[in-house]
T-cell receptor, first 112, second 113 residues
């Protein structure tokens, strides 16, 4: 069966520091991968999605970037974090855009 | 993206009661999805609906894809305390220009024993 892993679960970073959140999927090949941000326990906002290695689509201009160095690995990064980057970041996968997305357990990011 | 209106925003009910929540949109969707999210965790898929008029059950949960393709509802029968969480609807639209998955703002459900 397919599983998705996100880490870390919780992260506290100072303003201006870099960020790297990692997401990996097991049990499937060539999945679509997604990064979302969720503010205050509501409203998922799609940040990036990828249909293949090296292919990244950005949905919202951000202080963030995404990369997909391997088929089942999706990384969310920032060179310099802002206070407004705080939130709950969720990674998801699907077998194609027509199929339901399945979410990881998320990373709670707090910026000090 | 297309706006999804999910209601009610929150519900506070007693164990054993039935629950109903819905999502509406001014746009049509190809697929409707319902997720449940518990505190500190990611959303978990409950039900996926692929055809207009489709009625699907998952245990005590029942969801329907509206005939107009612009709405969907989720019912929970005989609620229990572990039903507590935030329920999200999501509409998937696929077109020649790409795809879009839009989420409602969630319905927060509290169940008292």
């Amino acid at each position: 069966s397919q599983t998705i892993h996100q880490w870390p679960a919780t992260l506290v970073q100072p303003v201006g520091s870099p960020l790297s959140l990692e997401c990996t999927v097991e049990g499937t090949s060539n999945p679509n991968l997604y990064w979302y941000r969720q503010a205050a326990g509501r409203g998922l906002q799609l940040l990036f999605y990828s249909v293949g290695i090296g292919q990244i689509s950005s949905e919202v201009p951000q202080n963030l970037s995404a990369s997909r160095p391997q088929d089942r690995q999706f990384i969310l990064s920032s060179k310099k974090l802002l206070l407004s980057d705080s939130g709950f970041y969720l990674c998801a996968w699907s077998n194609g855009v027509r199929q339901p997305q399945h979410f990881g357990d998320g990373t709670r990011l707090s910026i000090l | 993206g297309q706006q999804l209106n999910q209601s009610p925003q929150s519900m506070f009910i007693q164990e054993g009661e039935d629950v109903s929540m819905n999502c509406t949109s001014s746009s049509i969707f190809n697929t409707w999805l319902w997720y449940k999210q518990e505190p500190g965790e990611g959303p978990v898929l409950l039900i996926a609906l692929y055809k207009a008029g489709e009625l699907t059950s998952n245990g005590r949960l029942t969801a329907q894809f509206g005939i107009t393709r612009k709405d969907s509802f989720l019912n929970i029968s005989a609620s229990i305390p572990s039903d507590v969480g935030i329920y999200f609807c999501a509409g998937l639209l696929i077109s020649n220009s790409g795809y879009a998955l839009n989420f409602g703002k969630g319905t927060s459900l509290l169940v008292t024993p």
